[in-house]
């Protein structure tokens, strides 16, 4: 799927040059998450079990999880990733627009700055948790104004899922 | 321009003599997205791209820099081709018993069966319904329009916000989540789009068909 987009942003038939993109699956009945990282950056992963926040690619020590974005170079492989989310578990996809958000002292934000907002928010529902995400990210930018896109998907593992034991 | 033959690798390395890079951004230039270019310039994935494909094949790359001489040293590893190998592959060592992830082949067709009818169990909100199918039972997206909405599918609870840059001159954010598989199978991507902002919905679109015509 994500090489066939790939292929479709070559071909280049409505102009656009390239995207990143994260792209998850997730089937309730196997529990099953399922994720291919095209350049995108990593989203925040709430480990309920654990009580941490921390970066997807924090699974891996050395090799990066994200491969190329799409619509580079024909034929790139793509990696997917097989998980399991718990109860609780708590996923955090996100946009450029976030993690490059200045304050009026003009220091960006940066991945690890999201981290420390994610972790200073009320676990609870997604929710409850995105709008005060936003507004944590909104306080850290003050008076500055907005330079991107901002876009932010939080997906939670609800307790009783549908299909779930079945 | 120079390249050098050492005992392991090749060296290709490329010099300028211009400023230089600024030493305070130096350990930043490979990070995706940086870039020192005005909004919409600028992709700040450049360098990004370059280090993954000297990875890629397991080399090494390398700045140095000062006022009046900067240099980026690509180091390829000097390998004899192996008669009938394949083309790499890219590989992933995950730690399982610690960290529970595995990985699995890559295009892996694992949700190709035949979808029953059935109907949407629960919806919250619902941006675009996909009343004309059946196989898709919920869909929602958003490209160019500011939107903040929670949405419940396949046993994960969701909340969604978008707001765009007005106007969209470089391109978009673009999210899709959707609903098949007998409710059973969620679907969630979010891209950043370079190129016009009116062509995020029609990435959108394409989007969507590619995972209806899978789902």
Redesign the interface.
């Known amino acids: 799927?994500?090489?066939?987009?790939n292929d479709?942003f070559l071909q280049g038939a409505?102009?656009?040059?390239?995207?990143?993109?994260?792209?998850?699956?997730?089937?309730?009945?196997l529990d099953e998450l399922?994720y291919t990282n095209a350049?995108?950056?990593p989203p925040l992963w709430y480990r309920a079990r654990e009580r941490k926040w921390a970066l997807t690619e924090w699974?891996?020590d050395e090799?990066?999880?994200?491969?190329?974005?799409?619509g580079?170079i024909s034929g790139t492989?793509?990696?997917?990733?097989?998980?399991?989310?718990e109860h609780g578990d708590i996923l955090v996809?996100?946009?450029?627009?976030i993690?490059?958000c200045r304050n009026p002292a003009g220091v960006p934000l940066g991945i690890d700055g999201l981290l420390e907002l994610a972790e200073g928010v009320p676990l609870g529902?997604?929710?409850s948790?995105?709008?005060a995400l936003?507004k944590a990210v909104d306080d850290f930018r003050g008076t500055a104004p907005?330079?991107?896109?901002?876009?932010?998907?939080?997906?939670?593992?609800?307790p009783n899922?549908?299909?779930?034991g079945e | 321009m120079r390249t050098v033959l050492e005992p392991e690798f090749v060296l290709v390395e490329i010099v300028d003599n211009g400023p230089g890079v600024p030493p305070e951004i130096q350990g930043k230039i490979f990070d995706?997205?940086f870039t020192t270019k005005p909004?919409g310039e600028g992709?700040g994935?450049g360098l990004?791209?370059v280090q993954?494909i000297v990875?890629t094949h397991h080399g090494l790359l390398r700045l140095e820099s000062r006022p009046g001489r900067t240099a980026f040293q690509v180091r390829l590893p000097r390998v004899r081709p192996v008669p009938g190998a394949s083309q790499p592959?890219?590989r992933?060592?995950?730690n399982r018993s610690q960290?529970?992830?595995?990985?699995?082949?890559?295009?892996?067709r694992v949700?190709d069966e035949e979808v029953p009818r059935t109907q949407v169990?629960?919806t919250e909100t619902c941006l675009r319904p996909r009343a004309n199918r059946t196989d898709v039972l919920l869909e929602l997206r958003?490209g160019n329009d500011a939107v903040?909405y929670?949405a419940?599918i396949?046993?994960?609870?969701?909340?969604?916000?978008?707001?765009?840059?007005s106007p969209?001159t470089h391109?978009?954010?673009l999210?899709y989540?959707s609903l098949c598989?007998?409710?059973?199978?969620?679907?969630?991507?979010?891209?950043?789009?370079?190129?016009?902002g009116e062509?995020v919905s029609?990435?959108a679109d394409?989007?969507a068909r590619?995972?209806a015509a899978?789902c």
């Open positions: 799927m994500i090489r066939e987009l479709a409505e102009g656009v040059q390239f995207a990143t993109a994260f792209v998850l699956s997730y089937q309730s009945k399922r350049g995108h950056l699974i891996e090799e990066e999880m994200s491969d190329l974005p799409l580079l492989p793509y990696t997917q990733v097989s998980a399991s989310l996809l996100y946009t450029d627009g993690t490059e529902l997604p929710t948790i995105g709008p936003i907005s330079i991107d896109d901002e876009t932010v998907v939080v997906l939670q593992r609800l899922s549908p299909g779930q | 995706p997205f909004v992709t994935l990004d791209i993954r990875r592959t890219r992933v060592e995950l960290k529970g992830l595995h990985q699995i082949d890559s295009y892996a949700w169990r629960r958003g903040a929670p419940e396949a046993g994960l609870a969701g909340w969604v916000s978008s707001r765009p840059l969209a391109g978009g954010d999210h989540l598989s007998r409710g059973e199978l969620a679907r969630v991507v979010l891209a950043d789009v370079a190129g016009h062509l029609a990435v394409r989007l590619g995972f899978k």
